[in-house]
């Protein structure tokens, strides 16, 4: 294959094991570290799930210390950050485990970042403003679509503002990542399609980026591929591991892609949305994608056309760039509604003002700046329309 052009790409990725009974290895690499105290970082949802439990034996029967924080929002705040932060600084941590989907994942990113610089989290909102290192991070993820365990990406809720803030940054990126399908069977069908559409957005959007490369369209392609074949059977029958492991492959290939590549409109108009309305990341993604396709389609034909070539598996050479976006928006659809995910968020009514807003909030997020298209606050407005 040849490659008349290769752009100048910077690529990050943590260590990671992937594997059934990744987990078990989670007090062998606490120990490769030299870590005295570990603070946990989860949700009231896993402790209750029993993985935290299992954690926090391992570290038992290594003698290792830990504290657990679990107080997490599904959208984690700048307070629960701050909260983190003072007890971690308060019982004498030095290293960070995760045990959870984006949400602790992220959360936990916040912490390390304060208790290493200072300040509000909220101070490091955009790109590479982290001077700092952040204490050892060991990611657990117990969801498949995020990509939080292995990306340079946070996303925080300012509480005040009811905005999502984006922190990106190579000093984020996990040391290592623990990544065990196993502790996905655990999830309910609702999350498994919420994270899985995540994760297929994730691949969407790093392909069609204006930063994307070979690198990166590899694994956002293999991405497309694994979640495409896997996720209706992983909602539909979820104890069966392999299911379960093909997501989970399909969300650590998108995680590497859009951790470099960037992503696009979707992110930018789910983080805005989500924000405003404390709703599911995921379901926000889901109901947004079909349309970006729509949107974005005349700006590159040719990456949706493989897109599409690749989850109908079939060539579509000698069809019109018309039928093949009708296609992918056809299958998005299709597959939305095999998930359950709907068509719409039935809200209250939407005024003007709101959606102004919105549109406003989307258009500053850093997530933008890489889609192939840049829109205008009118067309933003009007995307948002058609799903609220």
């Not at 078990?24 to 120990?31: E, L, R």
């Not at 490769?32 to 402790?47: E, N």
């Not at 993604?285 to 729509?294: D, G, K, P, R, Y």
């Not at 549109?359 to 700046?369: E, F, I, N, S, Y």
Request: contains cysteine; glycine residues 6%; aromatic residues 6%.
């Amino acid at each position: 294959m040849q490659i008349s052009h290769l752009p100048l790409r910077k690529f990050v990725a943590p260590e990671f094991i992937i594997g059934e009974h990744a987990l078990s290895k989670c007090a062998d690499y606490v120990a490769v570290f030299g870590a005295k105290k570990v603070l946990l970082v989860t949700d009231p949802g896993l402790v209750q799930a029993g993985w935290v439990s299992k954690v926090e034996q391992l570290l038992k029967d290594q003698h290792i210390p830990f504290e657990r924080f679990n107080a997490v929002s599904p959208n984690p705040r700048d307070t629960e950050v701050k909260d983190g932060a003072l007890l971690y600084r308060r019982t004498g941590c030095d290293m960070i485990i995760a045990i959870g989907g984006g949400s602790p994942i992220d959360c936990a990113k916040g912490i390390g970042i304060v208790v290493s610089n200072g300040g509000s989290i909220l101070d490091y909102e955009g790109v590479d403003k982290i001077e700092r290192p952040i204490p050892p991070l060991l990611c657990i993820p117990t969801t498949a679509g995020t990509g939080a365990d292995i990306s340079q990406f946070a996303i925080i809720l300012d509480s005040a503002r009811k905005v999502k803030i984006a922190i990106i940054s190579k000093g984020i990126v996990p040391d290592i990542s623990l990544i065990d399908p196993l502790c996905t069977a655990t999830m309910d069908p609702e999350l498994t399609a919420a994270t899985g559409m995540d994760a297929l957005t994730h691949a969407f959007e790093a392909y069609v980026s204006n930063a994307s490369s070979p690198v990166t369209d590899m694994h956002a392609l293999q991405a497309i591929e694994y979640l495409s074949q896997n996720l209706p059977g992983a909602y539909q029958q979820p104890l069966d591991i392999s299911y379960r492991s093909g997501v989970m492959l399909g969300s650590l290939f998108a995680g590497l892609a859009f951790s470099n590549a960037s992503l696009g409109i979707v992110h930018a108009m789910a983080h805005a949305l989500g924000g405003f309305l404390d709703l599911p990341h995921g379901l926000c993604n889901a109901l947004i994608l079909e349309h970006s396709v729509a949107y974005n389609f005349s700006s590159c034909p040719e990456r949706y056309r493989t897109i599409a070539e690749k989850i109908l598996k079939k060539p579509l050479a000698n069809e019109s760039d018309e039928t093949v976006r009708n296609l992918l928006q056809s299958y998005l659809a299709t597959l939305r509604h095999k998930l359950n995910l709907g068509d719409k968020i039935e809200i209250a009514a939407v005024d003007e003002q709101t959606l102004v807003q919105l549109a406003r909030v989307a258009l500053r997020d850093p997530c933008v700046v890489t889609n192939p298209r840049i829109p205008k606050e009118e067309e933003i407005q009007a995307l948002y329309a058609k799903i609220l």
